[in-house]
């Protein structure tokens, strides 16, 4: 009994020196998927019964960002930027999304945050949807996916989807699958897209089960392999599970942790898991909604569980505005307007396509209540993690990237570049102080002017008046294209060392 006791003691003592070592704080990065601004019941009083109590509350005791934005109004190129800290439109995808058994975008030598972090001391993890390309191999170890084009989806007919089919029936699912633990993490368990093939669980590179079966017409998602009786509506619950249990697995060791945590919600499949079906009454994106926050409240309370709340950073954001798979109308029915204060959706350039929540909370450096009006973007996350960790950045690192630090303490954000704003199709715009530019894709287009301080649901166009000023941020973003950085820093290269392509502010 007395060594028992002794043993007890010895092994709380060890805990407390190691929780006390640490002196850098905890990361966590919660990503939904999906979920405008407006999403957010503390930033919209216009949302009916479609609350999120979890991400206020982290509002409340922390410091709530009005002027986020992603780096696109779509999917991987926002990841691209957070991980790499680099605008997507640097690398060969200049539009759109990587789709089906895509290639890696991430090149080999480019620095993610996991990275960084790892040479900082820290165990990295990430939990969720990658959606930046995977290597698949063949029963002799051969890549099998180089060779698809970027446009090459499982929904489009013909070679696409014959070069699509030829990878998929040529993986050998013993191999080793080549993604995030590939850049930095040193542990990942999620799938690329849930409503991609193949329909598996992916366990630190590996399939925990191979699929076997072709999914039914009848479920959501592109056409391809599964693992028979594969559930849509099991997906998030067992990202909340996994992602708690990397939070009390690392919390009792000394060094600290970071935490990618990339929800799948509440993204198309919408496929609420069954507690959470017709909770708010009002439709299943609603409940899914519901459901995401409750995925926050889980994580914020693991981390109150294990005595880490205080010392982790813990940011929620989403990665673009909401799709119109929500259906705004119906929402609207309900008392539910996802355009109570910015125009726009989804994959558009307007605001709702990429302004986005953002709170960032930290007790032990944050105060409580705080509001922040700076303009941000989800690219600056990896210098802020730089600076937080003491990590020093080279010229060739994070070159769109701006350390959110001094504004956690309350400073101001010096040389802070102009953001640039990018959607589905490949049109940019450029957002500077008070100012707007929305630059012609087509030539039957016109620039467009908006001054986001007196108009933010950008309703009067002040191109043709302020001509001067629209010639003025075109020049800026060509000069941050030409430059290969946005940042202050020695020049970079773009893809190929390109300049110029279609999107770009026209020189006539």
């Known amino acids: 009994m007395i060594y028992r006791s002794k043993k007890i003691f010895i092994t709380l003592i060890t805990i407390c020196f190691s929780l006390l070592s640490k002196e850098k704080p905890n990361i966590i990065f919660i990503l939904a998927d999906d979920m405008s601004f407006d999403s957010v019941s503390a ?69 993610t945050v996991a990275e960084l972090l790892k040479q900082q001391g820290y165990t990295t993890g990430m939990v969720g949807k990658w ?32 070069r699509i089919k030829k990878v998929e029936a040529s993986i050998d699912w013993k191999q080793k699958i080549g993604g995030p633990n590939d850049h930095g993490f040193d542990y990942f368990f999620g799938l690329d897209v849930p409503n991609f093939p193949p329909y598996t669980w992916i366990d630190n590179g590996f399939v925990v089960e191979k699929p076997s079966v072709q999914k ?3 479920m959501f998602g592109h056409p391809g392999i599964m693992v028979d009786g594969w559930r849509l509506e099991n997906i998030l619950p067992e990202l909340s599970r996994k992602s708690c249990d990397f939070i009390r697995r690392e919390s009792n060791k000394s060094k600290p942790f970071f935490l990618y945590l990339s929800l799948t919600s509440p993204h198309t499949p919408i496929s609420p898991s069954k507690s959470f079906q017709k909770i708010s009454g009002i439709s299943p994106y609603a409940d899914f909604v519901i459901e995401t ?89 990896m210098a802020t993690c730089a600076e937080i960790s003491g990590f020093k950045l080279e010229d060739k690192h994070a070159v769109d990237s701006t350390s959110l630090l001094p504004l956690f303490m309350e400073k101001k954000l010096l040389n802070r570049p102009s953001i640039i704003h990018h959607d589905i199709v490949g049109r940019f715009s450029i957002r500077d102080g008070d100012w707007k530019c929305i630059f012609p894709l087509h030539k039957n287009e016109k620039y467009q002017l908006y001054n986001m301080k007196t108009d933010p649901k950008e309703s009067r166009d002040l191109a043709e008046q302020m001509p001067e000023k629209v010639l003025s941020l075109g020049v800026k973003l060509q000069s941050y294209v030409k430059n290969g ?20 502010p026209r020189n006539d």
């Open 43 to 111: 930033n919209n009083d216009k949302i009916g019964n479609m609350k999120t109590p979890n991400i206020d509350k982290l509002i409340n005791n922390g410091m709530n960002f009005l002027d986020a934005h992603s780096g696109s109004s779509v999917c991987t190129p926002t990841r691209y930027g957070i991980l790499t800290g680099r605008y997507c439109w640097r690398t060969k995808l200049k539009s759109s999304v990587l789709w089906d058994y895509a290639a890696p975008l991430i090149g080999d030598t480019e620095l």
């Open 131 to 162: 959606h930046l390309g995977m290597i698949w191999r063949d029963g002799n170890g051969q890549i099998l996916n180089n060779d698809l084009q970027l446009s090459d989806a499982m929904f489009r007919p013909g070679d696409s989807k014959k």
């Open 216 to 218: 039914p017409n009848n």
């Open 293 to 381: 926050d409750w995925v926050v409240g889980q994580v914020t309370q693991t981390l109150k569980d294990v005595n880490q709340l205080n010392n982790t950073l813990l940011i929620f954001t989403t990665d673009n505005g909401t799709s119109p798979k929500a259906n705004f109308a119906e929402l609207k029915k309900y008392g539910v307007d996802l355009h109570n204060n910015f125009k726009g959706q989804k994959a558009q350039i307007w605001e709702g396509g990429h302004r986005v929540p953002f709170v960032a909370h930290w007790p032990d450096k944050i105060r409580s209540g705080k509001i922040n009006n700076t303009p941000i973007c989800l690219n600056d996350f």
């Open 485 to 504: 950085r946005s940042t202050p820093g020695q020049s970079q290269i773009n893809w190929k060392n390109k300049n110029h392509w279609p999107g770009l």
